[in-house]
């Protein structure tokens, strides 16, 4: 396709990633671009959701929104929890802001690489971070036993996991995840942060949370807009004991929710079904979309239980000038990794999108790499080195392989 005129020094500002509305902003006319950066729920709001939320979006707009613990009621008759032992917020990042500031007073343990809010919070206000590094040869597989002997070894006063974690996509059981917390029952705090759980498919029940509200310093964080696929709401909750959540809850705005997630979460139980078949989607995308990227030559995939695959690009291409270049040259918009404590800009976070964005993504990736002497595939002899194959080569390929 032709270029798209995006100005790729809005990619160059800033800790995080550019947004969608500063990129779309930058685009030629009728530019789309497919985001395989924000990790997003594609199949969730349906199409007729979407159009009840426009339907209602007069009243949405005008009026306030009930306040945030009527909202928290109802999310919790419709998720089958208890009000006392749930906190709601304007999405994840406002929780462990809050947490930082209420319940981490000395130090705090976190594997890295992971969501960079967990590292970047508590440095901000003068935290001691013990950063555990997860290493690639293990697939970034974290280690629980270790990790706890890392805590005790530091002396650390809270620990976070993230799991599924963020950006390697590593699932930790759940018979693990609750050992653990019983082995930290003398820290001040465990955070387990859940947000991108509802994307496994390992176990029918994957969730900690039941087994947070009745231990006395355990936190389970939840993102409704990355799962519901609703980035631009900005709500999520968590689960603890009452005297945790509500020492959380106390500390919360009271209208801190807007009336679009009130809407949302009024919608949810009516749609239970529709968000089911949203996940099996994902799980097949996700499946399609590793065997897709495992052809790419010199590419390795890493497995994943997030909605996101993380990569290693070849030794000879740089995350920075691909993303670069598939947004410029291809309306794609991809997350290096080379910001993220742990990793360098090798790596690149993929979203699990629907097969027609993923060819997109391939065709760019295969245009970039045409610039570059490639290592053979696995059947060519070592010493006949060829160029990145076109996307016909490439289809072909496939088929004969299939």
Not at 166 to 180: H, S, T
Not at 191 to 209: A, M, N, R, T
Request: charged share 25%; glycine share 8%.
């Amino acid at each position: 396709m032709a270029g798209t005129g995006i100005d790729t020094s809005i990619l160059h500002k800033g800790a995080h990633s550019a947004s969608y509305f500063d990129l779309s902003r930058s685009a030629g006319e009728g530019v789309e671009i497919v985001d395989f950066c924000i990790p997003c729920n594609p199949y969730f709001p349906t199409p007729e959701m979407f159009d009840e939320l426009s339907r209602d979006l007069r009243n949405i707009l005008k009026y306030y929104p009930s306040d945030s613990s009527s909202i928290t009621k109802k999310l919790c008759s419709v998720l089958g929890l208890h009000p006392q032992t749930v906190a709601m917020a304007n999405g994840s990042t406002e929780l462990i802001t809050w947490i930082d500031h209420l319940l981490i007073k000395e130090s705090v343990a976190i594997p890295i690489p992971t969501f960079g809010r967990w590292t970047d919070q508590p440095l901000e206000t003068g935290k001691r971070v013990d950063m555990f590094p997860l290493q690639e040869r293990d697939g970034f597989r974290l280690n629980l036993d270790d990790y706890v002997r890392f805590i005790r070894d530091r002396g650390s006063r809270v620990a976070v996991v993230c799991n599924v974690n963020n950006p390697d996509g590593c699932y930790l059981p759940r018979r693990d995840v609750i050992r653990f917390m019983d082995l930290l029952g003398d820290l001040d705090l465990v955070v387990i942060d859940e947000s991108f759980i509802d994307f496994s498919d390992l176990e029918q029940y994957p969730s900690v949370g039941p087994d947070a509200v009745i231990r006395p310093n355990t936190v389970v964080l939840k993102s409704l807009g990355k799962n519901f696929g609703l980035h631009g709401i900005r709500f999520g909750y968590l689960m603890a004991n009452p005297a945790i959540a509500g020492k959380i809850g106390k500390a919360l705005p009271k209208w801190n929710l807007n009336s679009l997630a009130e809407k949302v979460v009024f919608m949810i139980q009516e749609h239970e079904e529709e968000y089911e078949d949203s996940l099996r989607l994902l799980s097949r995308d996700r499946r399609s979309m590793a065997g897709e990227l495992a052809r790419i030559p010199g590419l390795t995939v890493f497995p994943s239980q997030g909605n996101f695959i993380l990569v290693k690009l070849p030794t000879e291409w740089s995350g920075v000038a691909l993303r670069d270049y598939l947004v410029a040259n291809h309306g794609v918009y991809t997350r290096e990794c080379g910001n993220k404590l742990g990793m360098t800009s090798q790596f690149m976070r993929l979203v699990v999108r629907p097969g027609r964005d993923v060819d997109r993504l391939i065709d760019g990736m295969l245009d970039y790499g045409s610039q570059f002497r490639a290592r053979p595939y696995a059947d060519e002899a070592p010493d006949n080195l060829i160029r990145y194959p076109t996307r016909t080569e490439y289809t072909a390929r496939r088929a004969a392989n299939a």
